[in-house]
Each structure stands twice: as C-alpha cells, then as structure tokens.
C-alpha cells in the first residue's frame, strides 16, 4: 500500500454519487485547505523571524507555503468554477479529458511543493530546542501533506477516471 493510499478515506467512506463526492471535496478538502494555509503562513513567518539566528530555521518556508496558496487557491477555482459545474453536467457524450488532464498537472506541480517543504521541514521534524510555534508550524504542515494528498488520490483516482476516454463511451 503505497503512503498516499494509507492516508486515504476507503471508498466505502466517500460518497458514491458524483455530486455528492464533489461536494465532499468543497467541504473536507477545499475549504480546510484555505483554513490551514493562510495559519501555516503567518506561524513560518513569526518562526523564520525570531528564530533567524538559528541554523535550523527553515528560511524561505513563509514563501513557499503563500506560493502553494496563491497556486492552491488558482487550481481550487478552476475546479469550482468550470470543472466541477461540467462535471455536475455531464451527459457521458464527451470525455473531459483536457480539463482532467489540466488538473493533473497541477496535482502533480502541488506533489513537488509538498515534496519541497518536506526537505525544509526535515520531514515536518521540528528540532529538539523548537518553541510551540515551531512545533505547531511542523505539525500544521505535516497535516496539510497528508490533507492535500487525500485530496489529489480521491480527484486522480475516483472522481477524474469518471469523465475521461471511456467514460463518454
């Protein structure tokens, strides 16, 4: 079992219906997401300043978590505005395999910040001297990994299968 699958909902767990697995996506995913963000900022920005001195400071983190928030927010409003209302209305006459496709790549540029603030964070393990904003800033991010791989598995692999090649056929 690979790590993403292990920290995905069974598919007994998430809805069947395609609407309402959208809408388990805008709920669980989108909207925790620009909850976690905006907090995981503001905490690597306090601890890269009061904490500058130290060679452990994960410098540049602040950037890189409002980078994925700023491509976050970009990739969630093509899902909600365009790709998601298609999906709700779609007949089976034509694959989306462009927006689909679309969406993948971003998934895959989101896999490559992940994999980013892991190397910064040393695998989101806070030094043993860490104050409880660093440990928090750790544990916030580590969350928001597993969050964000959730949610990239359950659009890869259930939700897009169900509008791409054959599914028009």
């Known amino acids: 079992m690979s790590q993403v699958e292990a920290l995905t909902p069974s ?3 998430l809805p069947e219906e395609t609407a ?3 809408d388990y996506i805008l ?6 997401h620009r909850h976690q963000l905006p907090q995981l900022v ?12 130290k060679p452990e400071v994960p410098a540049g983190l602040a950037d890189i978590l409002q980078r994925t928030l700023g491509e976050l927010e970009v990739h ?4 909600e505005l365009m790709i998601f209302p ?3 209305r779609f007949d089976g006459t034509r694959p989306l395999d462009g927006p689909t496709s679309m969406l ?11 994999e980013e603030i892991a190397a910064m964070t040393d695998g989101f393990t806070p030094p043993a001297n ?5 440990r928090a800033l750790y544990s916030g991010a580590a969350e928001f990994r597993n969050d964000l791989m959730e949610h990239i598995h359950i659009e890869n692999n259930i939700l897009f299968p169900r509008f791409e090649g054959k599914a028009g056929a």
Do not use: N, P
């Not at 969630?76 to 899902?79: A, I, N």
């Open 11 to 13: 598919r007994e767990e």
């Open 130 to 134: 860490a104050c409880g904003t660093w």
């Open 27 to 32: 709920l669980c995913y989108h909207e925790k």
């Open 104 to 114: 993948r790549e971003d998934h895959g540029d989101q896999e490559k910040m992940l």
């Open 76 to 79: 969630m409003k093509k899902e």
């Open 42 to 53: 503001e905490m690597a920005r306090r601890v890269e300043q009061v904490h500058a001195a």
């Open 20 to 22: 309402q697995l959208i």
């Open 86 to 88: 298609a999906m709700r």
